[in-house]
């Protein structure tokens, strides 16, 4: 069984999260929702969720990948230096990393995205200047996308990258996408 650490902070954006955590336990994924705080956690359209973990409790357990949502809450992120050393440390261990929406900003400041194709929301181009505006793009072990409106195909190309092409197809025939 896969493992997929999901970080969660207020402000995540709702469809970012469930839509790819949705399909990856369709696929038989283990993904544990965890929280940068202890307690509920509110989404950016006020869908309150309740973690699976603490990020402390988990962040030493073993995952294959790493799904960082976007939303407001990528900026509140962006200021926790465990976080940041959380995705160079799946990076160096050549594990999956995927961000959506403004969360390559993350990457960004991990120092992954030298040299890299990447996209991400249009209101971070100031920031990423070289975001390539695709729906998604897969550089190494880095996936990207856009925003809520790629969800579904965020979801399905990370579980392509964990599993095979096969199984992402099979979800995606199983939910008529």
Do not use: W
């Not at 402000?11 to 399909?23: H, Y």
């Not at 995205?113 to 072990?141: V, W, Y």
């Amino acid at each position: 069984m896969k493992r997929v650490l999901c970080i969660l902070e207020n402000g995540f954006e709702e469809i970012e999260t469930i839509t790819p955590v949705d399909l990856l336990r369709r696929a038989g994924a283990e993904v544990i929702l965890a929280a940068t705080t202890t307690g509920q956690i509110t989404g950016k359209s006020g869908i309150k969720i309740i973690p699976d973990a603490l990020l402390a409790d988990v962040i030493h357990q073993p995952f294959d990948a790493l799904l960082l949502p976007g939303g407001p809450a990528v900026m509140e992120l962006r200021k926790n230096q465990q976080v940041l050393t959380l995705i160079q440390n799946f990076h160096k261990e050549g594990k999956p990393i995927a961000a959506i929406c403004a969360a390559p900003l993350l990457l960004h400041d991990a120092g992954l995205l030298e040299n890299k194709n990447f996209t991400a929301h249009s209101s971070t181009t100031s920031e990423l200047p070289n975001n390539s505006n695709e729906r998604i793009t897969l550089d190494g072990n880095l996936l990207t996308s856009r925003g809520a409106g790629t969800s579904l195909d965020f979801g399905l190309a990370l579980i392509e990258l964990l599993y095979n092409k096969q199984t992402a197809q099979q979800i995606a025939i199983s939910i008529m996408a």
